[in-house]
């Protein structure tokens, strides 16, 4: 045994320790809300999280336009129809009605999906909460209140090694889905997650999460800095915000100042806990090509289709051989097609506005197609071109004039995946 002090973000759940990995004390970070717990720990503990089996899930999910108590506890992977009945009787739980889209739920269920608990936040009134809880009491029965608390952001650091799959690895390591989509999203455009992801890639993130004193987690917040081996090469990258963590103009950046916001999302459909296992290759994915011009995304029908760019819907309903046909026209000379959808997202119609990454409707195989699948078009001026080849403008790097600050801000993101990951402090590159 060796007595080591380990450094966490926060009041975290010790069982989670290890996955923290261990540093000596760094004072430059001395400045955040930082617990330093010294506690004995065994050395093999010190590897990453291996996914374990466990036997209690937590998910964490948007309200949907249209959402009733049953989709959102089905999105959540609640299987209790008495959870449902409960929370659609019950004076305070039926509260869970008045949350506006977009707003974070989560929820925690055993195996067999019975709801052990839920909570969300009703509103936020910095730096109030007012949450809502449904707990599972001792006797089995459920018990719905409501609490006003202070909450605090605070830094959490992760890592996780990928067995079978990134969600499964995500899981293990109590990463919310929250954060495995936006890390998806920076991603996509370097590692293609239906297909290059290997057994012993594996990860660090560093996120923002909103808590309760309590150590309730109120929702998780902005992903902030992450480093992603895949197949023995490393892709990293940090949110940076020259007005600060309260400011309204980050963007993620390579660690040398490069903007990696992207013009196109490069994978316009949701990458979901379904389609993100291991050898998905029996699909048929059809290259870019004269005959064919658009490029073809297998995933289960009802998979979320989402925006790639901001834009002006031009075009919903049906188009012949398409089926079910969004048509995107984007700023400049772009316009997006996705085609043989399920059906839209609720309420979509010509003369909307979207915002990059918005659920535009669902995979589905409508019109000529012999299997669920997105099928999606970049045109320019009207043509097609292949969206995996074509050029679309870049974002701006870091002004000079910003980069001593962002210098000073990658320097501390690095350290932080280093203290995730349990590695020694290497400059970051
Ligand atoms: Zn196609």
């Known amino acids: 045994m060796h007595r080591i002090r380990l450094i966490v973000g926060g009041v975290a759940a010790l069982a989670a320790v290890a996955a923290f990995g261990v540093a000596p004390f760094a004072p430059d970070i001395a400045d955040q809300p930082v617990t330093r717990v010294t506690q004995a720990v065994s ?6 999280h291996e996914e374990a089996a466990p036997t209690s899930y937590i998910q964490e999910v948007r309200v949907a336009k249209g959402d009733t108590i049953a989709s959102l506890m089905e999105r959540l992977g609640v299987q209790d129809a008495a959870a449902v009945a409960f929370t659609g009787r019950d004076a305070v739980a039926r509260e869970l009605l008045k949350l506006r889209p977009g ?3 989560s929820a925690s269920t055993d195996e067999d999906g019975e709801l052990l608990w839920l909570r969300a936040m009703l509103s936020a009134d910095e730096p109030n909460a007012r949450m809502l809880f449904i707990e599972r009491r001792d006797d089995g029965t459920l018990q ?3 609490v006003v608390e202070a909450y605090e952001r605070r830094v959490v650091m992760r890592s996780a090694s990928i067995q079978s799959s990134l969600f499964a690895a995500a899981d293990a390591a ?4 929250a954060i495995t989509q936006q890390m998806v999203d920076l991603l996509s455009g370097d590692i293609d997650f239906y297909n290059d992801l290997r057994r012993g890639d594996s990860f660090e993130v560093v996120y923002e999460q909103l808590a309760l004193p309590s150590g ?21 990258a940090l949110w940076f915000d ?5 400011g309204h103009k980050g963007a993620f950046y390579a660690f040398d100042g490069r903007s990696l916001k992207k013009a196109f999302l490069k994978t316009p459909v949701e990458f979901t806990r379904i389609s993100s296992g291991f050898g998905n290759r029996n699909h048929p994915i059809f290259g870019y090509s004269h005959r064919h011009t658009g490029i073809d995304f297998a995933a289960p029908s009802g998979t979320g289709v989402r925006a790639a760019s901001d834009g ?4 919903a309903g049906w188009q012949r051989g398409y089926g079910n046909t969004v ?10 097609l996705y085609a043989h959808l399920s059906g839209f997202a609720r309420g979509l119609k010509k003369g909307q506005r979207v915002t990059q990454g918005d659920i535009i409707g669902f995979v589905g195989s409508t019109g000529n197609s012999t299997g669920p699948h997105l099928h999606y078009e970049l045109h320019v001026n009207g043509a097609p071109v292949n969206p995996q080849t074509a050029i679309l403008p870049d974002a701006q790097p870091i002004a000079a004039n910003l980069m001593p600050a962002f210098r000073a801000h990658a320097g501390e993101m690095g350290r932080r995946l280093a203290l995730a990951g349990g590695r020694e402090y290497a400059q970051a590159e």
């Open 43 to 48: 050395l093999p503990e010190l590897a990453v």
């Open 103 to 105: 707003k974070t739920v």
């Open 144 to 146: 719905a209140r409501q």
């Open 174 to 177: 109590q990463i919310p889905d």
């Open 216 to 236: 309730e987690v109120v929702r998780s917040g902005q992903l902030l800095a992450i480093r992603f081996i895949n197949a023995g090469r490393k892709h990293q």
């Open 242 to 246: 020259a007005d600060g963590p309260a």
């Open 312 to 315: 002006t819907v031009e075009f």
């Open 327 to 336: 048509i995107i026209r984007h700023a400049g000379v772009h316009s997006t």
